[in-house]
Each structure stands twice: as structure tokens, then as C-alpha cells.
């Protein structure tokens, strides 16, 4: 956002969107992902079929909902490939 958000994804592999401004990110992004759910590795991992985390929903073209909160004690997400439900 120019300031203090930031977000990028490296190809086909991975995301990562940090959010150290004073009001949360919320903002519907080209993740570069394949299309499914993914369990974020910041707050959680992947447990079988299940999120121990947050998730994130990608779809088929590749964006996603991203929502990071300020207040979170880690305010950030973090997804990639080995982590897809």
C-alpha cells in the first residue's frame, strides 16, 4: 500500500501478507496459488484435513480474501503448497 502493508507471493509456491499499519488489511488479492483452502503457517498449521489456524479460501483464479488484523499478536498470514487442505 506504499506504507506499511505488504504482501507478495513467490510464483506458484507461496504468500505472504504483513500488515503493521494502525487499521487491518482487507483486500482481495492475486495470490498465485492453485485454487483451494490453505492453512496459514503464521497462526496454525495443517493437521490432516483441518487448519489448526486461520485459513484462506483461493480460488480459481488465483485471489483470495485477505484480511490481516493490526491486533493480532502476529500480524500477518502465510500460506503456501504443503499446507493446502
Known amino acids: 500500500?506504499?506504507?506499511?502493508?505488504?504482501?507478495?507471493?513467490r510464483g506458484n509456491k507461496g504468500f505472504l501478507?504483513?500488515?503493521?499499519?494502525?487499521?487491518?488489511?482487507?483486500?482481495?488479492l492475486n495470490t498465485?496459488?492453485?485454487?483451494?483452502?490453505?492453512?496459514?503457517?503464521?497462526?496454525?498449521?495443517?493437521d490432516g484435513n483441518q487448519c489448526t489456524g486461520r485459513s484462506v479460501a483461493v480460488s480459481s483464479s488465483g485471489h483470495a480474501q485477505i484480511f490481516v488484523d493490526n491486533v493480532w499478536e502476529d500480524p500477518m498470514i502465510a500460506i503456501h503448497v504443503e499446507a493446502k487442505l
Do not use: M, R
Open 1 to 9: 500500500n506504499g506504507y506499511h502493508q505488504i504482501a507478495f507471493s
Open 17 to 28: 501478507a504483513i500488515n503493521n499499519e494502525n487499521h487491518a488489511l482487507d483486500q482481495n
Open 32 to 46: 498465485g496459488l492453485p485454487e483451494g483452502t490453505y492453512c496459514d503457517v503464521i497462526s496454525g498449521n495443517k
